[in-house]
DNA sequence: GGGGAGAGATGCCGC
DNA sequence: GCGGCATTTCTCCCC
């Protein structure tokens, strides 16, 4: 096995760097804060970023097993052949103990990205999309706002109907569910009561819905519109195409 | 700039024997599928797992920029003093193609990790405190079951008040907010409709609740008890008494 | 900083 | 597989 002592130094000059550390080790973890877990030994990967996130990763699954948020604070110690590993966040009073019995590989440098993710698809656009083309929720609908933050809530695409009756529209990019119905039915009864209404109608704009939440929404009075988010599929074709050059 | 050509047979052969893989690089990246998303070039971490899970990191942050699931494949290509990293995952529709302009260091091997995280201090846990302590709620309170997935819903503590009334309890272990007080609007409502009871009790049992909630929640008859989960600071003390340490 | 809601949410369990 | 729901959710936006 490999002598770890050396790691004492490189890791703390890595992070007084501010530098990003990447590494493969051999661990157990224990973690304190918003709860408490323990993880046995076994190999993963660990990263260090230059804001003092923390992630590791076990080789497989997309969630870390354990984590620090931006803003921890590390130390790194050498002690009787193993290497602790340590973390901090005092603010969020949370605590991570690395005990650390071989590394298989280590990097760390500097990196330089300052760039940030543009994305599509979301449930404002999809919002954004039924403003511009309100047909596809009814003829005659006439919509006044979108991703408005009233008082009342956070309401997707606000509007009247053909016979001037105000209707909240809830968009879901996914499945419609349970609690987008409750979401809903707390809008309209908020609306109702604030502005004295008898009658405000409630919309689920959705691809889909679970059975459950269909029946909820239609005991409560509500209506199922089937809506995709735009571009949902749009580059799904394209994706087909270059599947040939697999 | 270093020559980038290995890369296509290396990166190649770890996927092929099911290697994990890490490296830095300098990319865009394109991703399309539940949404679409673009990255322009910037020094990234790119971790390939065991099982096809693919997250790219940038330098800040706790959540990836970009990834694709568990079940992914992959392939690279070498062309035009550039590697093109393509990922797919045809079951969920979704592709993802990374253009690398440097690779700044790189790692795979297999790991090996076969332990599951344990972890306390849950919503669940907070239930089952309830359930052999039930004074916590309120003297007299008979609890029936924890975490019973009902048809009504999944429903934390059940059981009797002193006065044999009925009683749900929705737990939360951290804020309690609008969402959990419709949640537990939902299954009173539902258990008063399916057992023709004239009154079941709600109770919201979490450490805080936002102002908002808890008007909602007076204003519909329900009550808030103010309880910690479980374990939840007990290794702070500890942690604090690790801090002299630092 | 808290509150409210979306997310390419993920992951777990039950049916 | 879908459904319902917790999550050390995380993140953004607004008050």
Redesign the interface.
């Known amino acids: 096995m490999a002598d770890l002592s050396k790691y004492e130094i490189i890791i703390n000059h890595a992070l007084e760097r501010r530098e990003?550390v990447?590494f493969?080790c051999n661990c157990t973890i224990r973690y304190?804060?918003?709860?408490?877990?323990?993880?046995?030994?076994?190999?993963?990967?660990v990263?260090i970023?230059?804001?003092g996130?923390l992630?590791v990763?076990?080789?497989?699954?997309?969630t870390p097993?354990?984590?620090m948020?931006?803003g921890s604070s590390h130390?790194v110690n050498f002690r009787d052949a193993k290497i602790y590993f340590?973390s901090?966040n005092l603010d969020l009073?949370e605590?991570m103990d690395i005990e650390i019995f071989n590394i298989?590989?280590y990097?760390s440098?500097r990196?330089?990205?300052?760039?940030?993710?543009?994305?599509?698809?979301?449930e404002e656009d999809m919002a954004k999309m039924l403003f511009n083309e309100p047909s596809l929720i009814e003829e005659g609908f006439r919509p006044l706002s979108t991703e408005e933050h009233t008082k009342y809530g956070f309401i997707d695409l606000f509007g009247y109907d053909k016979d001037s009756v105000l209707t909240v529209v809830e968009c879901k990019?996914?499945n419609g569910d349970?609690?987008a119905v409750?979401?809903l039915?707390?809008y309209v009864e908020k609306i109702k009561d604030a502005k004295g209404l008898e009658r405000v109608r409630g919309i689920l704009a959705c691809p889909k819905i679970s059975s459950h939440a269909l029946k909820m929404l239609q005991d409560w009075g509500f209506e199922f519109r089937m809506i995709n988010p735009p571009?949902?599929?749009?580059?799904?074709d394209?994706?087909q195409r270059?599947?040939e050059g697999?």
């Open positions: 990003s990447v493969g304190s804060g918003r709860a408490e877990s323990y993880l046995a030994a076994g190999d993963r990967i990263v970023k230059q804001d996130t992630l990763h076990q080789p497989e699954g997309s097993a354990n984590y948020k931006n130390t340590k901090q009073k605590f298989y590989f990097h440098q990196l330089d990205d300052d760039q940030m993710l543009e994305i599509a698809g979301t990019r996914y349970l609690s409750t979401q039915r707390r571009n949902y599929l749009e580059r799904y394209k994706g270059k599947l697999f």
